[in-house]
């Protein structure tokens, strides 16, 4: 078990070490500042992406020793991942953004809420329905009328509003 | 004493109608998300956040620390009835109070740990009133070079000192600093570590960076774990009574409960693990002979007692270095804080001066929040036991709604649900490789703050680095840093050697 190359854990660590790399060309794209200073904007990025990119070979290294996904219980003990629950939850988060300029907030919210729900291993789409409907709704009024948020009426919210006899806005 | 005038001054604000309501609010929303797995305070301020845009600065605060105190409240119900942690400083709660309620003994658990937590409250929040000004005193003495050194020791003790692993915390305070550069850079006008995009020139948004690190990474990570027929047991609640012996049994480890857990929360160490974790083992050493069994076996209610105090008294000890010194030791502190900048106000040691009101009117709702919490725990105990067995598909379909709303309304732009998708899955994976995220959304917000004190030091020692060692109190703290940084590996060397 020692000494063996832990490869999700290595994975893990090239990814910190990736982007400390990305963020170390980044600070070196700051453009210098023509006002004086005697910390230029260029300093703490600079400070913060090396230290980034060394936590990131230091996880490498870790990983290359056997890594520390094995040491802890609950990470070794776990199952597989659940593709399926995690497939289904995925699809629900791109419906939602496919949705939600075109029909609007409580549309989108719902086919989202229904997909959700059935990763979690929920069988009644027409419960979900019958929960996700009023509750993105309501969600959009408590936003919108009670915090201020400012977001589009979509196309049911129209039709609410319409029904209520106020403007869409 | 300025803590009384300050008190006097603060009651008469904090016991308006208005801002009863608020805390009520507050209580209710706070001891909801509190019951519920997988919604926490700073999730809920996060999403809350735009109501800074619509309420008084006051109201918005009591309403904020009644969702802080009240998730104390409520996650010491799921720890007991469901066995599962509502909240991170309820996972000690859990060992004792979950082996209670499977005896039949959950009404005394949740009794203890409501009154324990009341006693607690009103501990810290006493302790805020009084040690809070002193405080303040000592950190008007402070220039940005002690300010930049307090905030590295900060930095050390949330993401080195705490957690499993010090290097996984730094990767993870490490990217939360990563993303507070990101944008114009104040004091330049230079745009900073954002490819050229015009897009993020105004830096990534701290709500979408905590929704998408606690509501959808949990959610996808929880998908990724579930496992079709898996549902924990409510258990019932029984009776709500303490009897004389289990009263007599929660007195002194609500005192030392409430105690241990103070200093610990007003230490930048943040956090609410680690004393409810030291009052267990103290309990479970100080426990009367004749009970001792009951550890690890039918539940001893000592258990349940001192931790809870703890966990809550801890809680009010992190407002303290938040207040006083506008240093954030939690992520839902640090949530808290972006929320005082939203009103232009910034936290620190002149918060007591200039918006004395608002500090005592919410030091004082803090008082009435607790009187509230425990009046709305024990009798209310059935809508919470509901409100627990909402079925966990819906319960996560129901937060990404809230999730998808909270961004959304940022700009109504599908790019930041993008960016919010992408964090979500780095979350996630955070989770699968045990990574901590509170020291992503703490470096992304303390980070900022950190750099001008930083640019500050060397501005006023133009330009000599050596500001920070030569300053008593600056070398003083960075020494304190450094030690909790590499005093443990030191330590576990020379143990190993000792042994060898």
């Known amino acids: 078990m020692i000494n063996r190359i832990a490869v999700p854990d290595l994975l893990a660590g090239l990814f910190v070490l990736m982007l400390g790399l990305v963020s170390l060309w980044q600070a070196s794209a700051i453009p210098v500042s023509p006002l004086y200073a005697q910390v230029g904007p260029k300093a703490v990025p600079y400070v913060v992406a090396s230290a980034l990119t060394a936590l990131g070979a230091l996880l490498v290294l870790e990983a290359l020793r056997g890594g520390w996904s094995a040491n802890i219980a609950e990470l070794a003990e776990a199952g597989p991942p659940n593709t399926k629950a995690l497939g289904l939850l995925g699809a629900g988060l791109v419906l939602n953004v496919i949705l939600i300029g075109p029909a609007g907030f409580s549309i989108a919210a719902t086919a989202q809420f229904v997909m959700v729900a059935a990763a979690f291993g929920s069988r009644s789409v027409a419960r979900d329905l019958l929960i996700a409907l009023p509750l993105t709704l309501g969600v959009w009024f408590l936003f919108v009328q009670g915090l201020g948020v400012n977001i589009g009426a979509g196309l049911l919210e129209g039709l609410v509003l319409r029904l209520m006899g106020r403007e869409v806005f | ?500």
Request: with cysteine; glycine share 12%.
């Open chain 2, 1 to 500: 004493m300025e803590a009384i005038d300050g008190l006097t001054l603060g009651f008469t604000h904090a016991l308006t109608i208005p801002n009863l309501g608020w805390a009520l609010l507050g209580c209710f929303l706070g001891t909801a998300i509190g019951v519920l797995p997988g919604i926490g305070p700073a999730l809920t301020i996060a999403l809350l956040l735009p109501i800074t845009f619509q309420v008084s600065a006051t109201g918005a605060f009591i309403l904020f620390c009644g969702i802080f105190y009240g998730a104390m409240y409520g996650g010491s119900t799921t720890s007991i009835l469901l066995n599962a942690p509502g909240e991170s400083g309820s996972i000690i709660t859990a060992l004792e109070g979950a082996k209670m309620a499977k005896n039949g003994r959950a009404g005394p658990a949740l009794a203890t740990a409501a009154i324990g937590s009341f006693i607690a409250g009103i501990v810290g929040t006493l302790g805020i009133a009084f040690i809070g000004p002193v405080i303040v005193d000592l950190a008007l003495l402070l220039g940005p070079a002690e300010y930049f050194a307090l905030m590295l020791l900060c930095f050390v003790t949330v993401s080195a000192v705490l957690g499993g692993s010090a290097l996984r915390g730094l990767t993870s305070l490490g990217l939360g600093l990563t993303l507070g550069l990101i944008g114009i850079d104040l004091q330049t006008g230079q745009p900073r570590m954002t490819f050229g995009l015009p897009e993020l020139y105004d830096g990534v948004n701290v709500v979408l960076v905590a929704v998408g690190l606690f509501a959808v990474a949990e959610a996808l990570h929880m998908a990724w774990r579930h496992h079709a027929g898996e549902k924990a047991e409510v258990r019932p609640v029984g009776k709500l009574m303490l009897s004389r012996s289990d009263l007599r049994r929660s007195f002194w480890p609500w005192v030392r409960g409430a105690g241990l857990g103070f200093p610990f929360g007003v230490m930048p160490a943040g956090g609410t693990e680690m004393p409810t974790m030291l009052s267990y083992y103290a309990e479970r050493k100080l426990v009367a002979p004749e009970h001792a069994h009951e550890f690890g076996t039918t539940g001893a209610i000592e258990g349940v007692a001192g931790p809870e105090a703890a966990n809550n008294a801890a809680a009010a000890g992190i407002l303290v270095p938040m207040l006083t010194l506008g240093i954030p030791t939690s992520a839902t502190a640090a949530i808290m804080l972006s929320a005082f900048q939203s009103y232009g106000i910034q936290p620190g040691p002149l918060l007591f001066e200039t918006q004395g009101q608002l500090v005592w009117t919410l030091i004082a709702s803090l008082f009435v929040a607790n009187v509230m919490l425990v009046v709305l725990n024990l009798p209310l105990i059935g809508l919470w036991v509901r409100i627990l067995k909402i079925p966990t598909p819906q319960l996560y379909a129901g937060i990404l709604v809230f999730a998808t709303i909270g961004t959304y309304g940022i700009s109504n732009s599908v790019v930041d649900l993008l960016l919010l998708y992408g964090i979500g899955i780095i979350g996630m994976f955070m989770r699968r490789f045990d990574f901590p995220v509170a020291p992503v959304v703490i470096g992304m917000i303390l980070g900022p703050m950190a750099e001008q004190a930083l640019r500050q030091a060397l501005t006023i020692s133009q330009g000599d680095w050596s500001v920070f060692v030569t300053r008593p109190g600056s070398l003083a703290i960075l020494v304190v840093a450094l030690l909790a940084l590499l005093g443990p590996r030191i330590y576990a060397v020379w143990s190993q050697r000792a042994a060898a």
